[in-house]
């Protein structure tokens, strides 16, 4: 099975990339399932429903998020209208939303996708280890194939993660801090892993937004509404393969495009 995840969708110049590029991307590189993180796809912070409709459109499959997904709350009913749109799974029952989705592709494999996010510099929610536990303790077959969101800020808590589910998931693929890393491994017992998959939208800026807004903050300590970036848009992702019958990884690659100008 090929899969292709694209790293967290940033405003309208990340919808706008992805719409110039996935489907072709998609055909190129023969993906069976496209994954996309898309908690800033919504003007930077969140989503909207008419956003999660222009991103199905380009060619994902399915939705993952993270902790600003809830920054809109459109998105609040959007939940139990949309399976394929996921939260992390350690959030309170509570909240609406799920964290854990099963799709199949054309084959008749299936591929289950769970959301789960970090606590370190993040806010304090139910443990990810317990949750992830959880989560696959209800999944009998060992040779599932099963790629993991970890959402998350500290590069320690993303790697104990992935050494923690080595062998028992697919893939633990980072995100959140929207900048690619070059650490791109298969694991031991079978887990692709990376630390973060990066961002679509803008380089041209400071994680997708204008650098102006966030010098200003740095330099005097006073908060300014960050205001999405338009130039030098591309896509980072990654391209997984992984063996049907066992459920492990074959391969991670990382992937990155750009375009110049708006």
């Known amino acids: 099975m090929r899969v292709f995840f694209v790293g ?11 719409k110039r590029q996935l489907d072709q ?39 993952t998020s993270g902790n600003h997904i809830w920054d809109k709350k459109e998105v609040f009913d959007y939940f139990e209208q949309e399976p394929r749109l996921l939260r992390p799974a350690n959030y ?18 299936k591929i289950t996708i769970v959301n789960i996010s970090g606590r370190a510099f993040l806010d304090a ?10 989560i696959l303790a209800k999944i009998n077959d060992s040779r599932r194939i099963c790629i993991v969101d970890f959402h998350a800020e500290a590069t320690a808590e993303k790697l104990a993660m992935a050494w923690y589910l080595d062998g028992r998931v697919s893939a633990l693929l980072g995100t959140h801090t929207h900048v690619q890393t070059a650490d791109e491994r298969v ?5 692709a892993y990376i630390t973060d998959v990066g961002m679509t939208g803008a380089f041209d800026g400071v994680i997708g937004f204008r650098p102006e807004d966030s ?26 393969s992984i063996d049907e019958a066992t459920g492990r990884a074959i391969s991670i690659e990382r992937y990155s495009s750009k375009e110049q100008g708006e």
Do not use: Y
Not at 48 to 56: G, K, L, N, S, Y
Not at 92 to 109: A, M, N, Y
Not at 125 to 134: E, K, N, T
């Open 125 to 134: 929610i139910d443990c990810p280890f317990q949750a992830i536990d959880s």
């Open 187 to 191: 694991l031991p017992q079978g887990t």
């Open 25 to 63: 991307l998609l055909q190129d590189l023969t993906i069976d399932v496209c994954i996309a993180n898309v908690e800033n796809a919504a003007g930077g912070f969140g989503l909207t429903p008419d956003v999660a409709q222009e991103i199905f459109a380009a060619g994902v499959d399915v939705m």
């Open 8 to 18: 967290d969708i940033v405003g309208k110049s990340g919808r706008t990339v992805l």
């Open 215 to 240: 010098i200003f903050r740095f330099k005097t300590g006073v908060s300014r509404s960050l205001q999405v970036a338009k130039q030098n848009k591309g896509i980072n992702a990654v391209v997984l």
């Open 92 to 109: 309170i029952d509570e909240l609406p939303g799920r964290g854990v989705f099963t799709t199949s592709v054309l084959s008749g494999v």
